[in-house]
Structure formats: C-alpha cells, structure tokens
Nanobody, 121 residues
Framework: QVHLVESGGGLVQAGGSLRISCAAS????????MGWFRQAPGTEREVVAR????????HYADSVKGRFTISRDNAKNTVYLQMNNLKPEDTAVYYC??????????????WGQGTQVTVSS
C-alpha cells in the first residue's frame, strides 16, 4: 500500500510560480507511473501531467504545456510539479496519483488528499 501526501500549495498572483510535492510512504514508487490531477469548484477532475515510472516519458494537458513541469526523484520517493506563469484558471485542488498501469482521471491505484492552489488576478 502506498500513502501519498501533497504539499506546497498556496495563494499566488497571476504570473507567479509554485512548486508542489507529492511524498510517498509505505513502499517505493519506483515501479509506478505517477500523475498530477486537479479539480476546480463545479468541475470534474482533470489530468494535468503524467510521468512514467522511469521518468523518461511525460505528458501534459494542453492548458499547462510549456508552463508546468512534472518530475520525480525515486530515491526520495517524491514527485514534483513546477508551475510557472500561473493563471487564475489554474485555481484548483491538486491531487497526485500512482498506478501500475496508465493513469487516467478515473483509474489509479492510489490517490493523495490534495493541496489547494489559488491564483489571484
């Protein structure tokens, strides 16, 4: 079993940057694909970024491509999301997830509790 805990969220101005983290415990995540998802009020959860178990493959939603970067440090059992040039529409609760198969908004083995990111205009 893997326990995921997100941290680093907060309030930032539009155009600012923020780095959020997902720390895993219980077992290594080195064999898991990882992902970041978000959910804004009144919306469904959506994928933000995904990364392969090795870190060699990444995928980003079109809305964040060029602004966000997902990375992982398997030695630290941690996944990161660097968010630059933040926009008010990025405001949401951000969740990390882990899975042994490709992760989607409806399929993952483990989910964190989320961290709030609020971007003011």
């Amino acid at each position: 079993q893997v326990h995921l805990v997100e941290s680093g969220g907060g309030l930032v101005q539009a155009g600012g940057s923020l780095r959020i983290s997902c720390a895993a415990s219980g077992r290594t995540i080195s064999t898991y694909a990882m992902g970041w998802f978000r959910q804004a009020p009144g919306t469904e959860r959506e994928v933000v970024a995904r990364i392969s178990s090795s870190g060699g493959g990444t995928h980003y939603a079109d809305s964040v491509k060029g602004r966000f970067t997902i990375s992982r440090d398997n030695a630290k059992n941690t996944v990161y999301l660097q968010m630059n040039n933040l926009k008010p529409e990025d405001t949401a609760v951000y969740y990390c997830a882990a899975g042994t198969r490709p992760i989607t908004t409806t399929r993952a083995d483990y989910w964190g509790q989320g961290t709030q990111v609020t971007v003011s205009s």
